[in-house]
């Protein structure tokens, strides 16, 4: 399993944007897909964005379609979620996780032992 350590998260005001980062710790990510996901105060984790393992395939949550835009850089073993015209219901802890499988990690939120610290991320109005 790819551990990931996530960062770049922090307070914004509403309509501002923030980069996240999610750099792998050891083992190459290039045969893995990576998601993004997400977990609000009082609430589940829940899925935001996913890239399969070459960034030829994507796919967002409804709630940030348009808004957030996930990469990759294979090479820096880093997976990236832009982050624009945020909205105070943006509010959540950010993970990223990785899967041999770009169809089954949507599905990744309530596996156990896979999740790093997050990165906060606070949008005030």
């Known amino acids: 399993q790819v551990q990931f350590i996530e960062s770049g998260g922090g307070l914004v005001q509403a309509g501002g944007s923030l980069r996240l980062s999610c750099a792998a710790s050891g083992r190459t990510i290039s045969n893995y897909a990576a998601a993004w996901f997400r977990q609000a105060p009082g609430k589940e984790r829940e899925f935001v964005a996913r890239?399969?393992?070459?960034?030829?395939?994507?796919s967002y949550a409804d709630s940030v379609k348009d808004r957030f835009t996930i990469s990759r850089d294979n090479a820096k073993k880093t997976v990236y979620l832009q982050m624009n015209r945020l909205q105070v219901e943006d509010t959540a802890v950010y993970y990223c996780?990785?899967?041999?499988?770009?169809?089954?990690?949507?599905?990744?939120?309530?596996?156990?032992?896979?999740w790093g610290q997050g990165t906060q991320v606070t949008v005030s109005s």
């Open positions: 890239i399969n393992k070459n960034g030829g395939f994507l």
């Open positions: 996780t990785a899967d041999g499988d770009y169809y089954s990690i949507i599905r990744a939120a309530s596996r156990p032992g896979i």
